[in-house]
């Protein structure tokens, strides 16, 4: 059966992330079945797909969590870089390539620690990791910690006194700042980070992931938990950081509310296969998510199959059991 597939998005034209043929097992159970997408250059990217589909594998897998079974994960920082630079680094064996207009990183070749800190991928997860007893100011400081023991050379003489290590404090102590100030929680900057409600953790996680600079931004359902007004600042927040600096997002979401009003692409997952992928609005039309996501049951879907395999939308859809034209 054909898939939609849209091919004319920025995923296409300007990939942040290319994702080839990822597969991942885990003894005999197939988590990720051959795996391919693109997230755009300053893109929202939502990855969606029912309970068990495999988006946290993917997560997983691209934030060096796990080592793919098989395939290929390329980051670009900077633009026109071609594919064909992408294949170079691969035939090299080395994780990374300084090309004309930037770098090229092969993420299933890299440890989690050198994605976050040398390839600029951050990312959030399902349940909120906050260090709960420092404060919440404490906690932006600590995500830079690495970025100024580099600045210090390592030694206690650096700490005290190079002035390089004093500039990258003071750097770090205003990045802070500010990120406290776009998330909405400066005023909260001495309070333990525990003690903030269960939205104001999640953007406090979301400001300590800004801190370090990160070019890809990936979040493990940020909206979970999060109340229709926090859900509208969650909104607010990151059309911001697309808009205003550029980051490209990667989102696992299962509120489609949040979904559909703020991605600029959808990818869906099912037992660990891609059914679907394009814009917001091609997705939501999709019959074929539309049965992942109702559950319809084995014959059901293969007689929803059937009717989209003869070109038959509206049969598949009343077939599926949907009332009038789908996603309305
Ligand atoms: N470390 C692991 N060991 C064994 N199986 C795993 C492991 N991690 C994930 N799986 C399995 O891989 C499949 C995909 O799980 P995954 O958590 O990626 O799905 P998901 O789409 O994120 O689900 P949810 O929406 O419920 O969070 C599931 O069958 C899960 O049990």
Not at 57 to 67: E, H, I, S
Not at 140 to 145: E, G, N, P, R
Not at 241 to 266: A, K, N
């Amino acid at each position: 059966m054909a898939m939609t597939t849209e091919t004319t998005g920025r995923w296409m034209r300007d990939p942040v992330l290319t994702v080839e043929h990822l597969t991942m097992r885990f003894g005999g159970l197939v988590a990720i079945n051959d795996l391919s997408f693109e997230v755009g250059r300053g893109d929202i990217t939502a990855l969606i797909g029912p309970n068990g589909a495999g988006k946290t594998t993917v997560f997983n897998c691209v934030t060096g969590f796990y080592k793919p079974t098989e395939g290929r994960i390329a980051l670009r920082r900077g633009t026109g870089i071609g594919q064909d630079e992408v294949v170079a680094l691969t035939r090299t064996g080395a994780q990374s390539r300084k090309v004309s207009g930037g770098e090229v990183f092969l993420l299933e070749r890299m440890s989690d620690f050198r994605i976050t800190e040398v390839a600029g991928v951050a990312r959030t997860f399902q349940n909120i990791r906050l260090f709960g007893g420092m404060t919440v100011f404490e906690n932006l400081l600590v995500a830079q910690h690495n970025k100024l023991m580099a600045a210090s050379g390592f030694t206690v003489g650096g700490l005290l006194g190079l002035p390089g290590y004093r500039r990258a404090k003071e750097a770090a102590q205003d990045r802070a700042v500010d990120w406290l100030k776009r998330t909405a929680l400066l005023h909260r900057a001495d309070d333990p980070a525990a003690d903030l409600s269960y939205g104001d953790q999640r953007r406090l996680e979301i400001a300590r992931a800004m801190c370090t600079d990160p070019v890809l931004l990936c979040l493990d359902e940020p909206a979970a938990g999060l109340n229709p007004r926090e859900s509208a600042e969650l909104n607010t927040l990151l059309r911001s950081l697309r808009d205003d600096f550029g980051v490209s997002i990667l989102l696992i979401e299962h509120d489609m509310g949040v979904v559909m009003e703020i991605s600029d692409h959808v990818v869906v997952l099912d037992y660990g296969t891609k059914i679907s992928d394009g814009t917001a609005h091609a997705v939501r039309n999709d019959p074929r998510v539309i049965a992942a996501y109702l559950g319809v049951d084995d014959e059901e879907v293969e007689a929803v199959e059937a009717k989209l395999d003869q070109g038959d939308i509206d049969g598949a859809v009343a077939t599926a059991g949907l009332p009038g034209g789908a996603g309305a």
